[in-house]
């Protein structure tokens, strides 16, 4: 897709991080923007902030756990823009999870695969339907994550299995897609290279009250991208990071390109990658990966 302009985009967890860089990004290119979340102080925050630059957009309430509110944002966006050419399915938490998984909460896993997992699921059913049927030119776009697409980190085994089995989904939707020999195409978007200065670690505000704990806040003790700093810092490792614009660029140069793949990688990763695929190749027992390591 080489020309954003007057193109719809509807981005499910688009208020914050990656969703709120990927609206501006589009916006500024011409596209029509429609902003899904359930984060309702960071809704009023991107509605006032798209206004002031003049992009046409329309920010509503979305819980992409349930399939009936994800069809309700499909409809608001045909109402008010007419087709959809862009989807984004980029709705994610994290579960804060630490320690040994027999002694997590069924609650943490829930609620991480029911956004994660379920929220990608759910928005696949409400809008691949409308973008083949439509039989013109689309993206439909799953934010991944290299943590359980590309590589197994020790310390989210939760967040990690829900974006293993998110990307085995996009894959295997883009597999469907190509062989209907559909004009919809399907991308895997991996933030980064870096660890990407979000508010995903501090996703406990947005958690559910049916789904909350005995003890609140992150068992990680991690809480923001200023924490897991100080926290690899004692390990004598400086953090690097990526800011959510960086990731929307690179996004949208891939859709430019109809790239499956929208992954930026430092040399260190693409080692830890081939370094997996030859484990397995040669059937050797796994040895965990560090981040930043």
Known sequence: MQDFNGKVAVITGGSSGVGRSLAFALGRLGAKVVVGDVDKAAMARIGSDLAAENIDALVEHCDVTSPDSL??????????????????????????????????????????????????????????????????????????????????????????????????????????????????KVSALFPGPHVVDTGL???????????????????????????????????????????????????????????FWLLATTPETDEKIRARAEMILSRQTPVANMVGA
């Open 201 to 259: 670690f501090n996703s406990g505000r947005v958690r559910p009250q049916e789904l909350k704990k005995e003890i609140e806040g992150n068992a990680s003790g991690i809480s923001s991208v200023d924490d897991m700093k100080k926290m690899a810092a004692e390990w004598g490792i400086e953090l690097q990071t990526t800011h959510p614009d960086e990731v929307a660029q690179m996004a949208v140069e891939g859709l430019r390109n109809n790239a």
């Open 71 to 184: 069809n309700a944002l499909a409809d608001k966006a045909e109402q008010a823009f007419g087709g959809i050419q862009l989807v984004f399915a980029n709705a994610g938490i994290s579960a804060g999870e630490s320690g040994a998984m027999w002694d997590y909460s069924q609650k943490d896993w829930q609620w991480c695969m029911n956004v994660n997992l379920w929220g990608v699921v759910n928005t696949i059913s409400a809008f691949m339907p409308r973008l083949v049927a439509a039989n013109q030119e689309a993206h439909f776009v799953v934010t991944g994550s290299g943590n359980g697409a590309l590589l197994v980190y020790p310390d989210q085994p939760i967040y990690t299995a829900s974006k293993a089995a998110v990307h085995a989904i996009t894959e295997n939707l883009h597999y469907q897609v190509t062989a209907a020999g559909s004009p919809v």
